[in-house]
């Protein structure tokens, strides 16, 4: 991310008093409920995959660092969103006008965990928490210890829980050390079925993904954000962003064409994770800044299907730079 900031005279930090922000999510409430049965059920348990060893850090590493599409990639914790993954992730490639090519799509599974080899050699990298390079003869050590306390655990399901797999993001390096990724946790998409989306989430959270590989490839986290004066201000622009481009895509005709409202019923939900910590450099932009970023999207969608063309990436930008100071006005009465 760039430290060049351009602002009017009125530069200053997010108020939280001016934004709207909920209590709670049922998506975040499902996780929380699925970790507190271990953690009452099973402490032992609990404590040494999660406070100890960090188990619940290793599917992530490997995702990341070991994995590649060159060997399948089974989506969901019975590969129930197989056939939709791998379907949006054609067709968001050929909808965007980006170098995609290069992106592979690749699966977060906790079950990978019963695995003490594949686990092991993700001990075994230097950077992976908490031990930060094991010998192969200590990592295996680890491995064994995790396989055992999953097949004793009555909670865990081998690895088929949320806290292992809680998660959806874009990877990618500048020198090109890694292949670029869309990683797709099985957990967060057993979190929205939950919750009744199944039918839309992983659709909607890879196009999300994406976006963030259209940002990387065009350059856009290094657009000068006006007003921004901190890190959380300049993570909102790039996620509200892509908010607006996944909305975009995901409605347009020639792009996932799928039906607004219920595209947006899913976003209403998906978007309280966007949170109101706006101090954190992660901050997401408040639940009212992405359904504006969204709904943006969605207004384009509708404009460009009247006129049967697709908008090119750098269109998509302009529009939404211009419109931007509008989406993060301050919403609350």
């Keep these: 991310m760039s430290d060049q900031h351009v602002g009017g005279a009125f530069r200053r930090a997010i108020n939280p008093d001016d934004y709207v922000c909920p209590a709670s999510t049922p998506v975040i409430d499902f996780y929380i409920d699925e970790v507190t049965e271990v953690i009452v059920r099973e402490p032992s348990i609990f404590n040494l995959l999660y406070n100890v060893v960090w188990a619940d850090v290793i599917p ?36 965007w006008d980006i170098r995609s090519d290069d992106i592979q799509l690749v699966a977060m599974k906790g079950s990978m965990l019963l695995d003490t080899e594949r686990v092991a050699e993700t001990y075994q990298l230097r950077f992976v928490p908490p031990f930060f390079g094991l010998s192969e003869a200590d990592a295996s050590f680890v491995a064994s210890l995790i396989r055992d306390a999953l097949l004793q655990s009555v909670t865990l399901d081998g690895g088929d829980h949320p806290l292992f797999s809680f998660n959806a993001f874009a990877f990618s390096t500048d ?11 099985d957990g967060i998409l057993a979190g929205y079925a939950a919750v009744g989306f ?136």
Aim: glycine letters at 8%; aromatic letters at 14%; hydrophobic letters at 35%.
């Design 198 to 333: 199944g039918d839309v989430a992983p659709q909607a959270l890879y196009a999300h993904e994406f976006a963030h590989h259209i940002q990387f490839e065009n350059g856009y986290f290094e657009d000068p954000v006006p007003g921004a004066t901190t890190e959380a201000e300049l993570t909102r622009y790039t996620e509200l962003m892509a908010d607006a481009y996944s909305a975009y895509y995901l409605t347009h005709k020639r792009g996932a064409a799928m039906n607004r409202k219920r595209v947006e019923q899913f976003l209403q939900v998906f978007f309280q994770i966007g949170d109101c910590a706006f101090d954190n450099p992660g901050h997401h932009g408040t639940p009212n800044q992405r359904m504006a970023a969204a709904r943006f999207g969605f207004e384009l969608a509708a404009q460009a299907q009247k006129q049967g063309h697709i908008l090119t990436s750098e269109r998509v930008h302009q529009l939404f730079v211009a419109a931007y100071p509008g989406l993060v006005a301050p919403d609350a009465t």
């Design 175 to 185: 020198d090109g050390s890694y292949p670029d990724k869309i990683v797709m946790g």
């Design 60 to 95: 992530t590493y490997e995702a990341v660092f070991l994995l590649t599409d060159d060997t399948p990639q089974e989506f969901g914790y019975s590969g129930e969103y197989t056939n939709v993954m791998k379907r949006t992730h054609r067709d968001a490639k050929r909808f």
